[in-house]
Protein backbone atom coordinates (compact mmCIF):
# COMPACT_ATOMS: atom_id res chain seq x y z
CA UNK A 1 0.00 0.00 0.00
CA UNK A 2 2.83 2.48 0.49
CA UNK A 3 4.66 1.88 -2.59
CA UNK A 4 0.65 2.48 -4.43
CA UNK A 5 0.71 5.55 -2.10
CA UNK A 6 4.35 6.68 -3.62
CA UNK A 7 3.32 6.25 -7.07
CA UNK A 8 0.08 8.10 -7.35
CA UNK A 9 1.72 11.28 -5.36
CA UNK A 10 4.72 10.63 -7.99
CA UNK A 11 2.21 10.81 -10.23
CA UNK A 12 -0.15 13.56 -9.19
CA UNK A 13 3.37 15.55 -8.76
CA UNK A 14 4.33 15.04 -12.39
CA UNK A 15 0.55 16.28 -13.59
CA UNK A 16 1.22 19.21 -11.60
CA UNK A 17 4.83 20.03 -13.66
CA UNK A 18 3.36 19.38 -16.63
CA UNK A 19 0.85 21.61 -16.10
CA UNK A 20 3.12 24.50 -15.13
CA UNK A 21 4.94 23.66 -18.59
CA UNK A 22 1.82 23.71 -20.40
CA UNK A 23 0.77 27.37 -18.87
CA UNK A 24 4.43 28.77 -20.41
CA UNK A 25 2.66 28.42 -23.85
CA UNK A 26 -0.41 29.68 -23.72
CA UNK A 27 -1.02 33.53 -23.91
CA UNK A 28 -2.05 35.70 -21.30
CA UNK A 29 -5.87 37.25 -20.96
CA UNK A 30 -3.93 40.53 -21.29
CA UNK A 31 -2.24 39.63 -24.58
CA UNK A 32 -5.56 37.85 -26.06
CA UNK A 33 -7.32 41.18 -25.43
CA UNK A 34 -5.34 43.03 -27.47
CA UNK A 35 -6.65 41.48 -30.98
CA UNK A 36 -9.79 42.94 -32.34
CA UNK A 37 -11.46 44.24 -35.50
CA UNK A 38 -10.63 40.89 -37.82
CA UNK A 39 -7.36 41.62 -39.24
CA UNK A 40 -5.38 38.34 -40.31
CA UNK A 41 -1.71 37.93 -40.78
CA UNK A 42 -0.88 35.03 -42.95
CA UNK A 43 2.76 33.31 -42.95
CA UNK A 44 3.24 30.48 -45.52
CA UNK A 45 2.71 28.21 -42.95
CA UNK A 46 0.98 30.23 -39.84
CA UNK A 47 -2.43 31.94 -40.20
CA UNK A 48 -2.57 34.16 -37.42
CA UNK A 49 -6.13 35.36 -36.57
CA UNK A 50 -6.38 35.59 -33.32
CA UNK A 51 -3.40 36.39 -31.06
CA UNK A 52 -1.59 33.48 -30.46
CA UNK A 53 2.25 31.75 -29.03
CA UNK A 54 4.08 31.09 -32.25
CA UNK A 55 4.74 27.26 -31.99
CA UNK A 56 8.41 26.00 -31.37
CA UNK A 57 8.93 24.19 -34.71
CA UNK A 58 7.67 28.03 -36.89
CA UNK A 59 10.35 30.30 -34.65
CA UNK A 60 12.79 29.96 -37.33
CA UNK A 61 11.09 30.32 -40.10
CA UNK A 62 9.18 33.59 -38.93
CA UNK A 63 12.87 34.91 -38.25
CA UNK A 64 15.29 33.70 -41.03
CA UNK A 65 13.14 32.64 -43.93
CA UNK A 66 9.27 33.79 -44.47
CA UNK A 67 9.06 37.10 -45.46
CA UNK A 68 6.53 39.71 -45.55
CA UNK A 69 3.28 38.59 -44.46
CA UNK A 70 -0.08 38.83 -46.16
CA UNK A 71 -2.26 40.94 -44.22
CA UNK A 72 -6.01 40.55 -44.93
CA UNK A 73 -9.06 42.82 -43.10
CA UNK A 74 -12.50 41.17 -44.54
CA UNK A 75 -13.99 44.57 -43.73
CA UNK A 76 -12.00 46.91 -45.24
CA UNK A 77 -13.91 49.90 -46.64
CA UNK A 78 -12.70 49.18 -50.37
CA UNK A 79 -12.39 53.48 -50.67
CA UNK A 80 -10.68 53.85 -47.85
CA UNK A 81 -7.11 54.16 -47.46
CA UNK A 82 -5.18 52.45 -44.58
CA UNK A 83 -1.63 52.97 -42.70
CA UNK A 84 -0.44 49.87 -41.09
CA UNK A 85 2.12 49.49 -38.35
CA UNK A 86 4.47 46.41 -37.10
CA UNK A 87 6.19 47.14 -33.65
CA UNK A 88 8.10 44.98 -30.74
CA UNK A 89 6.80 46.54 -27.91
CA UNK A 90 9.07 44.37 -25.54
CA UNK A 91 12.60 45.52 -26.95
CA UNK A 92 15.20 44.12 -26.03
CA UNK A 93 13.20 42.52 -23.31
CA UNK A 94 9.47 42.31 -22.19
CA UNK A 95 10.97 42.91 -18.38
CA UNK A 96 13.37 45.67 -19.74
CA UNK A 97 11.82 47.73 -23.00
CA UNK A 98 14.22 50.37 -23.58
CA UNK A 99 13.92 50.31 -27.19
CA UNK A 100 10.50 50.30 -27.34
CA UNK A 101 8.34 50.58 -29.55
CA UNK A 102 10.72 48.77 -32.33
CA UNK A 103 9.51 49.25 -35.49
CA UNK A 104 9.13 46.42 -37.78
CA UNK A 105 6.92 47.52 -40.73
CA UNK A 106 5.05 50.88 -41.81
CA UNK A 107 3.23 50.84 -44.68
CA UNK A 108 0.73 53.86 -45.90
CA UNK A 109 -1.67 54.50 -48.78
CA UNK A 110 -3.07 50.88 -48.41
CA UNK A 111 -6.33 50.66 -50.96
CA UNK A 112 -9.17 49.28 -48.25
CA UNK A 113 -9.97 46.97 -51.86
CA UNK A 114 -6.32 45.93 -51.74
CA UNK A 115 -6.88 45.07 -47.45
CA UNK A 116 -9.67 43.15 -48.53
CA UNK A 117 -7.52 40.73 -50.84
CA UNK A 118 -4.40 40.96 -48.62
CA UNK A 119 -2.50 43.19 -50.56
CA UNK A 120 -0.18 45.11 -48.57
CA UNK A 121 0.64 47.79 -51.61
CA UNK A 122 1.50 51.23 -50.90
CA UNK A 123 4.00 53.48 -49.66
CA UNK A 124 6.46 51.73 -47.47
CA UNK A 125 8.12 54.26 -44.57
CA UNK A 126 9.89 51.00 -43.42
CA UNK A 127 10.96 47.73 -44.59
CA UNK A 128 9.55 45.03 -42.67
CA UNK A 129 11.89 43.26 -40.51
CA UNK A 130 11.18 40.00 -39.54
CA UNK A 131 10.61 38.86 -35.74
CA UNK A 132 14.37 38.91 -34.55
CA UNK A 133 14.01 38.50 -30.38
CA UNK A 134 17.48 38.22 -28.59
CA UNK A 135 18.50 35.24 -26.95
CA UNK A 136 17.76 34.71 -23.44
CA UNK A 137 14.79 37.74 -23.89
CA UNK A 138 11.72 35.59 -23.61
CA UNK A 139 8.18 36.14 -25.41
CA UNK A 140 8.12 39.05 -27.38
CA UNK A 141 5.08 40.93 -28.57
CA UNK A 142 4.48 41.41 -32.15
CA UNK A 143 1.87 43.62 -32.88
CA UNK A 144 -0.04 44.67 -35.80
CA UNK A 145 -2.30 48.04 -35.91
CA UNK A 146 -4.43 48.90 -38.65
CA UNK A 147 -5.60 52.30 -38.95
CA UNK A 148 -7.56 54.46 -41.34
CA UNK A 149 -5.66 56.82 -42.95
CA UNK A 150 -6.08 60.55 -42.99
CA UNK A 151 -4.35 63.11 -45.10
CA UNK A 152 -0.67 63.66 -43.65
CA UNK A 153 1.11 60.50 -42.40
CA UNK A 154 5.05 60.68 -42.51
CA UNK A 155 7.84 59.82 -40.70
CA UNK A 156 10.26 63.05 -39.20
CA UNK A 157 13.76 62.51 -40.08
CA UNK A 158 15.09 61.49 -36.21
CA UNK A 159 12.43 58.63 -36.75
CA UNK A 160 13.71 57.69 -40.51
CA UNK A 161 17.43 57.63 -38.58
CA UNK A 162 16.56 54.89 -36.49
CA UNK A 163 13.81 51.56 -36.06
CA UNK A 164 14.38 51.45 -31.85
CA UNK A 165 12.80 53.58 -29.25
CA UNK A 166 10.23 54.59 -31.84
CA UNK A 167 7.65 56.93 -30.10
CA UNK A 168 4.52 55.47 -31.95
CA UNK A 169 2.57 57.99 -29.30
CA UNK A 170 3.66 60.48 -30.74
CA UNK A 171 3.56 59.39 -33.77
CA UNK A 172 -0.35 58.09 -33.83
CA UNK A 173 -1.24 61.78 -31.97
CA UNK A 174 1.13 63.70 -35.20
CA UNK A 175 -0.58 62.14 -37.76
CA UNK A 176 -3.99 62.25 -36.01
CA UNK A 177 -4.57 58.43 -36.44
CA UNK A 178 -7.01 58.15 -33.58
CA UNK A 179 -7.86 54.32 -32.52
CA UNK A 180 -7.17 51.72 -34.27
CA UNK A 181 -9.72 49.44 -36.95
CA UNK A 182 -7.81 46.08 -36.51
CA UNK A 183 -5.14 45.07 -33.77
CA UNK A 184 -3.49 41.45 -34.03
CA UNK A 185 -0.26 41.09 -32.32
CA UNK A 186 1.81 37.22 -32.01
CA UNK A 187 4.17 36.20 -29.26
CA UNK A 188 7.44 34.88 -30.39
CA UNK A 189 11.07 34.04 -28.79
CA UNK A 190 14.40 33.47 -30.34
CA UNK A 191 14.34 30.44 -31.72
CA UNK A 192 18.04 29.00 -30.66
CA UNK A 193 15.99 29.30 -27.08
Not at 88 to 95: E, F, N
Request: hydrophobic share 35%; proline share 7%.
Amino acid sequence: MTALAAVVVLFTFCLGLSHVEAKQDTINALDASFCHGGLEVIYPELDIDKCLIVPKDLREKITTVWKAPQVYLSGAHPKKIYVLVMVDPDAPSRTTPSSAYWRHWLVMDIKGSNLKKGQIQGTTLTDYHPPSPPQKTGLHRYQFMLYEQPPEVSLTTQEMSARGKWDYQAFVTRCDLGEPVATLQFLTQNYKD
